[in-house]
């Protein structure tokens, strides 16, 4: 990759700015709110004095632009219109731990948990440690909305993504062991993945049950059918 590229650009505008652009939520299901571009432009007019030719930072500029409106939106909670701004800086910059992350949260908002599921994901690439935990952190969430959805109509489904979202939260607590929300978000999924496999081990003692009581039923019949032909049997023996 060029030693001027976009990516890198924007790599260094991140190490510089990120630090303090967190959101924290209520506790249980908080997302954390995307990263700022602050003073994003200031930073690329100092850069290219020094570092890059302006077609780099031109096109740096741009992804910077759509995701600083893409964070805008997101305050004013047009979710899906944050989605679009991310998704046009994504077009450029794929693999960004930071967009993928924002993305991510914009469309946890509007409850497309699984495509924000995906963006988390790619996020968790990140070398950089506070924000693998905050990755981790909201994919737990995420993956617990989708088992909450499917849940209902199938229990069964919901267990593996219960367990993938266990393993989120410990993850970021690896990250970050004081981290109270997620450890109060381990406990309730816990608690919550327990109560699904004791219900599925009921429903599966009731389907063995019902099995054992109807071949019981079916043997009485036969027991019934035989007894009775005998009986027929044996009465006309007696005729004769």
């Known amino acids: 990759m060029n030693q001027f590229s976009p990516q890198k650009i924007i790599e260094k505008f991140i190490e510089i700015f990120h ?31 020094v570092y ?3 077609s780099d930072v031109a096109e740096a500029s741009l992804i910077g632009s759509s995701v600083w409106q893409g964070n805008k939106l997101y305050e004013r909670e047009r979710y899906e219109d944050a989605v679009e701004k991310y998704n ?3 077009q450029k910059l794929p693999e960004s731990d930071i967009i993928n992350f924002n ?8 409850g497309e948990y699984d495509k924000a599921a995906d963006h988390f994901q790619k996020s968790l690439l990140t070398d950089d440690q506070e924000l693998r935990l905050r990755g981790h952190y909201n994919l737990g969430n995420a993956l617990y909305r989708q088992a909450e959805y499917v849940g209902p109509q199938n229990p069964q489904a919901a267990v593996p993504l219960l367990r993938q979202s266990l393993t989120q939260y410990e993850e970021a607590l690896k990250l970050g062991p004081q981290d109270e929300d997620a450890r109060f978000n381990y406990e309730f999924v816990k608690k919550v993945l327990e109560k699904v496999e004791e219900q599925l081990q009921q429903q599966q003692q009731q389907c063995s049950n019902s099995k054992e009581n109807g071949e019981r039923r079916t043997e009485i ?13 044996t009465g006309a023996q007696d005729e004769n």
């Open 19 to 49: 630090g303090k652009h967190f959101m924290f939520c209520s506790r249980y299901l908080k997302t954390h709110f995307p990263f700022s571009v602050f003073h994003f432009l200031f930073f690329l007019s100092l850069w290219s004095i």
């Open 52 to 54: 890059g030719p302006w």
């Open 88 to 90: 046009k800086a994504l």
């Open 103 to 110: 993305t991510g949260a914009a469309y946890y908002k509007f």
């Open 221 to 233: 019949g036969e027991e019934k059918q035989q007894s009775s032909q005998e009986h027929k049997s």
